[in-house]
Structures are given as C-alpha cells and as structure tokens.
C-alpha cells in the first residue's frame, strides 16, 4: 500500500511542478506557450480516461482504486497551469491584450 501512496503523491504533486517549471521558463526565456496547451489538453484528457479505466479495473477486483484517483488528481491539478498559461500568454484577438 505504501507503493500506491507515493505514486499518488507523485500525480498529485507533478501538475505543480510542471507549473513551476513553465513559470522559470517564462521568467528566463522567451518560448511560445500556444503549443503547450495542446499536450496539456491531451494530458488531461488522458489522464481522466485512464482514470475511468483503472477504476473500474481496480473497482471490479473489489480493490481500492488508488491509481484510478491518482489518474483523477493528474487530470485535475493540470488544469491550474493550463489556465495560468491561458491567461498571460494567449491572446485570443477579441480581448485585446
């Protein structure tokens, strides 16, 4: 079980780490973020359907789905970022900024 709590950590924790890393990356470098909201996007759709697929797996093998919510917390916890970059780096056009 002690396996199961570090890998959900690890989801839990990485969303903020990536933040952190876009975040040095916009501090020292000039980079294009549009590209990056794509693997985002796919990232989290990825992560909430092999979510759905382990905990149904781990759910039909009457076990806890540990994996499963730590799939759910990668998804969810990616949002941040991606909203971060959102804002301060895409321009839609209509805004104007």
């Known amino acids: ?16 780490v990536l933040w952190l890393g876009l975040l040095a990356v916009s501090r020292w470098s000039f980079v294009r973020f549009r590209p990056t909201l794509r693997w985002m996007r796919i990232l989290r759709f990825l992560g909430w359907a092999i979510g759905i697929l382990l ?24 949002f941040f970022p991606e909203r971060w970059v959102k804002r301060l780096f895409v321009t839609d056009g209509v805004s104007g900024k």
């Open 55 to 78: 905990s149904v797996v781990a759910l039909a093998q009457d076990r806890f789905p540990v994996y499963g919510l730590a799939c759910f917390a990668l998804s969810g916890g990616l």
């Open 1 to 16: 079980m002690v396996k199961g709590t570090v890998i959900f950590l690890a989801f839990v924790v990485a969303p903020y």
